[in-house]
């Protein structure tokens, strides 16, 4: 059981499905001292490289584009110096492993990783890693990639190792794709019993499934935590699924009523994604009362 209260965001600078918000050192630095200032005390990033896309130039990725900026030096820096944790999420190309060419993956991904820790690895604030392939069920070689990446990351740089993935659930899937809680059990407790020690903390996305069933899905993913030693933290995601649009900030109605589902069974909670949708310096104007919102909940001082 955890306190009702949001302790750490994922960072999206890769721009994959929700827009830059073009922020410089100045925006990010007033944005980590404001974590610091409410109790977050952990960031993520959700990936460091997307297809031929980067955030810093490098080396052990062929054919990225030439984006010189160094925002992973950037996100370390600001980390340490709010005393914050901080998650580095690994490479997808969108291509390899979507093609069933799982061993591509990897060795693209142990390149990456080798290069993150010859250049970031000094950084007191490297708290973790992320792997950033995210999947709802046991398919598309997913213990292959865990294993192999998660084992990598250990290798490289002993840190605890993140997942973040999602149940199969009628608000993203339809018809006979979607997938029962217990269908949803049998395939993660296959995951868990067959990718020990390359994982270390599970934190599922909430938005995939319906409301009413998430006491019920963390009360069993918890039980599967449990019996497999996996911690179980919560990504309760800020933004609505429920919209016809990719993606407006939450209704703080359902926000709360999500982050009172998870508190009772994890150890944290986090969010996707707290610069866009729930910040008071977002891009989003909705996200600014939405602060607001969980601001008089949580007892904060803005």
Known sequence: MTAPRITGTFLDEITHDIPSQNWGHREWKREFAMYQQIGLDTVIIIRAGYQNKCIFPANSVPGLLPLSDDLAEMFFTLADE??????????????????????????????????????YGHHPSFAGWYLCHETSRN????????NHIGGH???????PVLISPFPQGAKQFSGGNVMSLDESFDHWKRIFAETQGAFDICAFQDGQIHYDQLPAFHAGIRALGDQHGVTI??????????????????????LKLKIEAAAPTV?????????????PNSCYP?????FRRYAEYADLVE
């Open 82 to 119: 709010f005393r914050l944790k901080l998650f580095f999420g690994t490479f997808d190309s969108g291509f390899h492993w979507m093609r069933g060419a799982w061993w591509n993956e990897v060795d693209l991904n142990k390149a990456f990783i080798d290069e993150v820790v010859t250049r």
């Open 233 to 254: 933290w919560s990504n309760v995601e800020s933004f609505d699924r429920d919209m016809p649009i990719k993606f407006p900030p939450a209704d703080w109605r359902y």
């Open 139 to 146: 398919d598309a070689n997913i213990i292959e990639l865990f």
């Open 153 to 159: 990351c250990k290798s490289a740089l002993d840190r």
């Open 267 to 279: 150890d944290k909670i986090i969010t996707f994604e707290f610069p866009h949708f729930m910040s």
């Open 286 to 290: 909705a996200a600014h009362n939405l």
